[in-house]
């Protein structure tokens, strides 16, 4: 049915009037819960409070490079789970007394979840951390609120303390370790030096020079080494070249030499003379003679060979160039000799030199290797132990909460919670709503009764005339009761209504 | 305790109350209905005789108490509303005078209510009269408006077949207005309507008076069998459905029971209206 604007609400009213009784009714009614439903609805209340961690301590300029401050940024993000973490958590429920009827496992649990549902943990910025807690209980929201607070601190100064403690100990073994490599090492080396005396720092110097040396000795003495020996080949040479007497100076030579003498006498002689000149036989038989002594001299000396026995020869001399090649031959061999004396034992010194850098050499490599981790190892022990100073003074700052880097900045502070409904709300929606459910209902009848309360909607539906509407005839009586009734009604819903606004006022005042 | 009984107690203080009120507290007043009680009216049954006995009507706050219009009230909405429907049913029947039957979707809806005050309204204007009948045998009205419940009506009119029409039409306290009660407080069964006797009545009501208008107070269309009847006894037909009680389908199997021929409408009955709102 087509319902225009005025005369849906010309039908509310006349709707509204008929059922005035109802629509005062639930007025009162929906006031009624409402107010109640305001009173008893639980009392929200939130404690806050904020705590800063401060990084920026005042220790740590006079700190700085010295101790190391621990960082803190981060935990802003998991304070959250520090907080509602059950170290903390279960020390509230002490605390706050949730413990004392001794509930159970399940029931603890059930308490967590509520506590941790009703918490809440924001970082605020970059430094600071706001917790809130909201409670039936205004003192006990104010209470929850402090112990999270305090719980927290403490727990974080604990958590920094023992993470610089547990630095420091760390770096503490570290160092230890590190002196005991050290010890070792030096030990080491010691026993290496004392081993090896010759390892020493430059002593594969003083090697390579010695070898040096020794090699260039052998090489100038192997030098003349040969020249000896070439000078005896050659003197062996000549030697041999000549003749150990010089043969002019025998019987035979002396003989021949004569032959040869009368051989060129007889030549010159035949040139001049015939063969049978005398001079020519003369001296023909004079060659024959001193050939035939020749031959006898040749046959005594044949046949004194095999004895050995030196013909003695009177016309024996002895060669003196001879002589003198024999003595510089032996004089050359005395000096290959010594020479090869001279090699022999610079090679052996060269063969010891060798072995002995042999030797050398391995120690001084595991030599150079110790003093190298020595030096590394002790390095990063000043290293250490100057770093465990800083720890030990970070952990000194930590003890002495000089370092503590967290403040409460806002003390908590209990105040009703700002989202929870305002019991002035539940009035003012019970007014609100006091009004528009009765005519929301109104209206629903009107729409969906299926009893007839609009004429149109009879023609309409029927499609027969309306003869006539024939409003209520109000008897003098009736109209005298009406007036009661309205008054009446007027009376309970400005009852409603001051009831409303005194308990919102003793709300406000906060008597109740 | 029913409207009969109702009815009976109140006729009984009105009448005590009659009794202690000294006459001149009455002042000018007119004498309340319930002054006539007891006198038998044998009412002329024409207009100038009827004004001749109507000495004591009711006053204009007495019938508003009784939910049934005056001329006085002109203010009131209602009245307007019937003077309109008088007005509709007169230009119906070409100011012939007609048999209205009046009957209610279902019980409750006020057709009695409707009836009377068409009645009245019919008999506001001087030049008709109007007469009531009780159709309704279940739950009739009729007679609280009767100076005595136990005035003869139809019950009595159709076992005494010697009965003359005159003797059961009885003056109500309103000018020009005459009601026929159903008689007595037994039951009478409906059988009476189908009756030729029944049908003779209406006529001799109709045909007697030109200008006197017929108000069937009918039963709840919910028994068909007697709408049905007393719709064909009728001219024309007025259905009554109140604001809040009826049901679309009542007002569906109502209209069914009758012909579209004669219906002159639907009466939208209380409609809640501010009195003060005019």
């Not at chain 1, 404690?47 to 800063?52: D, E, F, K, M, R």
């Not at chain 1, 001299?297 to 002589?323: C, G, H, I, L, W």
């Not at chain 2, 204007?125 to 009531?132: G, H, I, M, R, W």
């Not at chain 2, 009595?156 to 059961?168: A, G, K, Q, T």
């Amino acid at each position: 049915m087509q319902m225009y604007p005025e005369q849906i609400v010309k039908a509310l009213i006349n709707e509204s009037f008929h059922s005035r009784r109802l629509v005062v009714g639930m007025f009162v009614l929906v006031n009624v819960v409402m107010l109640t439903a305001g009173w008893l609805w639980p009392k929200s209340f939130t404690g806050s409070t904020s705590i800063v961690v401060d990084e920026k301590s005042i220790m740590e300029p006079l700190m700085k490079g010295a101790a190391v401050a621990t960082e803190m940024a981060d935990r802003n993000r998991n304070a959250r789970e520090v907080i509602l973490g059950r170290r903390i958590m279960g020390q509230v429920l002490e605390r706050a007394g949730w413990l004392a009827d001794h509930p159970t496992t399940l029931e603890q649990e059930g308490l967590f979840e509520n506590i941790k549902a009703r918490t809440t943990v924001t970082p605020v910025g970059r430094d600071v951390i706001k917790i809130e807690y909201r409670d039936s209980d205004k003192e006990r929201a104010l209470f929850v609120t402090k112990t999270f607070a305090d719980l927290f601190i403490k727990e974080m100064i604990a958590q920094k303390e023992s993470e610089t403690r547990s630095a420091f100990d760390f770096i503490d073994k570290q160092a230890q370790e590190y002196q005991q490599k050290l010890a070792a090492t030096e030990e080491e080396i010691r026993q290496l030096r004392s081993s090896n005396l010759d390892a020493r720092p430059g002593s594969d110097i003083e090697l390579s020079a010695r070898l040096i040396a020794l090699n260039t000795r052998i090489e100038n003495t192997t030098t003349e080494l040969r020249e000896a020996q070439m000078k005896g080949a050659s003197l062996e040479r000549q030697v041999n070249g000549e003749a150990e007497v010089t043969v002019l100076a025998t019987r035979e030579g002396q003989f021949r030499a004569r032959i040869a003498e009368l051989q060129a006498k007889l030549d010159t002689l035949r040139l001049s003379f015939h063969d049978t000149h005398p001079d020519v036989v003369q001296v023909k038989n004079q060659i024959q003679d001193l050939m035939a002594e020749a031959s006898a001299q040749r046959e005594r000396r044949e046949k004194a060979k095999p004895s050995q026995r030196s013909e003695q020869d009177e016309t024996v001399v002895n060669n003196p160039v001879y002589q003198q090649l024999r003595r510089e031959l032996s004089q050359n061999q005395l000096t290959i000799d010594a020479l090869k004396a001279r090699i022999a034992e610079a090679k052996r010194l060269l063969q010891e030199e060798v072995n002995r850098g042999k030797g050398l050499h391995s120690g001084d490599a595991r030599l150079v290797e110790l003093t190298r981790d020595h030096q590394i190892n002790r390095e990063i022990y000043q290293d250490l132990l100057y770093r465990r100073e800083r720890a030990r003074v970070s952990m000194n700052m930590d003890s002495d909460r000089q370092g503590s880097n967290f403040k409460i900045l806002e003390p908590a502070r209990s105040r009703p919670s700002p989202n929870a409904p305002r019991f002035w709300q539940f009035v003012l929606g019970g007014v609100v709503l006091g009004v528009f459910v009765p005519f929301g209902l109104l209206f629903a009848r009107l729409r969906f009764d299926p009893h007839v309360r609009l004429a149109n909607a009879i023609s309409e539906r029927h499609k027969v005339p309306v003869a006539a509407i024939v409003p209520h005839l109000w008897s003098p009586g009736e109209l005298a009761g009406l007036r009661k009734e309205l008054v009446m009604l007027a009376l309970v819903v400005t009852v409603t209504l001051a009831l409303s606004a005194t308990l919102s006022v003793v709300r406000l005042l906060g008597v109740l | 305790m029913s409207k009969i009984e109702k009815a009976l107690k109140r006729a009984g203080e009105e009448r005590g109350n009659l009794q202690l009120v000294p006459a001149a507290a009455a002042g000018g007043r007119t004498a309340p209905w319930t002054a006539i009680v007891g006198q038998q009216i044998q009412v002329p049954e024409t207009i100038s005789r009827m004004a001749e006995n109507e000495r004591k009507l009711l006053s204009a706050d007495e019938l508003w108490e009784r939910g049934i219009i005056h001329p006085q009230h002109t203010g009131d909405p209602a009245v307007q509303v019937f003077r309109e429907l008088r007005t509709k049913i007169n230009q119906q029947s070409q100011e012939q005078n007609a048999v209205i039957l009046v009957a209610a979707v279902s019980e409750g809806n006020g057709g009695s209510f409707v009836a009377r005050n068409l009645a009245a309204a019919f008999a506001l204007d001087s030049a008709k009269t109007a007469l009531l009948v009780d159709c309704n045998l279940r739950n009739p009205s009729v007679h609280q408006l009767l100076p005595k419940a136990t005035l003869p009506g139809l019950a009595d009119y159709f076992e005494n077949p010697e009965m003359d029409v005159s003797r059961i039409i009885h003056p109500v306290g309103i000018a020009r207005f005459r009601a026929i009660s159903t008689g007595g407080l037994r039951e009478i069964p409906g059988e009476y309507f189908v009756s030729m006797k029944m049908r003779r009545l209406i006529e001799s009501l109709r045909e007697r008076y030109r200008e006197r208008f017929i108000v069937l107070d009918g039963p709840p269309m919910s028994d068909i069998a007697d709408t049905r009847i007393l719709s064909e006894l009728s001219d024309y037909v007025l259905v009554v459905a109140r604001h809040g009680r009826t049901t679309n389908a009542q007002i569906e199997s109502g209209l069914n029971a009758i012909s579209s021929r004669k219906l002159l409408g639907i009466v939208f009955n209380d409609e809640p209206r501010i009195p003060w709102i005019r």
